[in-house]
């Protein structure tokens, strides 16, 4: 929470935490760093935990108490190794050492894709354009 001291904010509680986990996330793992849309601190001072989301919703909960390098590790393999997209990861508990709890959702159907018979028909009557060959003729009528 924010609060003011006179014309100048509270430092935030926490914030060191959050400024290690950012710089190791940033050196180690620039892929996972850049989907990170929201980092929470409500559960530091109790849990000593701290809640990522990611920018398609995924949560992740890192720990105070382990080293945060092992844990971008162990999430970046787990990212990695999550393939299936009709099972994308939801959420994924670091906090808790070796043992990474886990749960999945399921992938929202594509609601306006077009059907796969319009898509080739749409190929068929693509037009091909050769660009700087204007003087390219092709005769279609002549008998090979």
């Known amino acids: 929470r924010l609060t003011r001291v006179g014309k100048a904010l509270s430092p935030i ?5 959050v400024s290690e986990l950012l710089a190791t996330s940033r050196l180690e793992a620039e892929n996972l760093y850049r989907t ?4 929470s601190l409500a559960r530091l001072s109790s849990d000593g935990e701290i809640d ?7 949560k992740v909960i890192f720990g105070t ?12 393999l787990l990212m990695d190794s999550s393939t299936d997209r009709t099972r994308p990861l939801r959420e994924v508990n670091l906090a808790l ?3 990474v709890p886990v749960s999945y959702g ?9 059907p796969v018979n319009s898509l080739k028909a749409q190929a068929a009557n693509a037009v091909i354009a ?3 060959l204007s003087n390219l003729h092709i005769d279609t009528h002549r008998e090979l």
Do not use: C, H, N
């Open 65 to 76: 108490k382990e080293d945060y390098l092992v844990q971008v590790a162990r999430l970046d």
């Open 13 to 17: 509680d926490g914030m060191k935490a």
């Open 52 to 58: 990522v989301t990611s920018k398609d919703g995924l």
């Open 130 to 132: 050769f660009p700087g």
């Open 36 to 39: 990170w849309k929201v980092i």
């Open 106 to 114: 399921t992938a929202a159907p594509v609601v306006d894709a077009p």
């Open 97 to 99: 050492g070796s043992q």
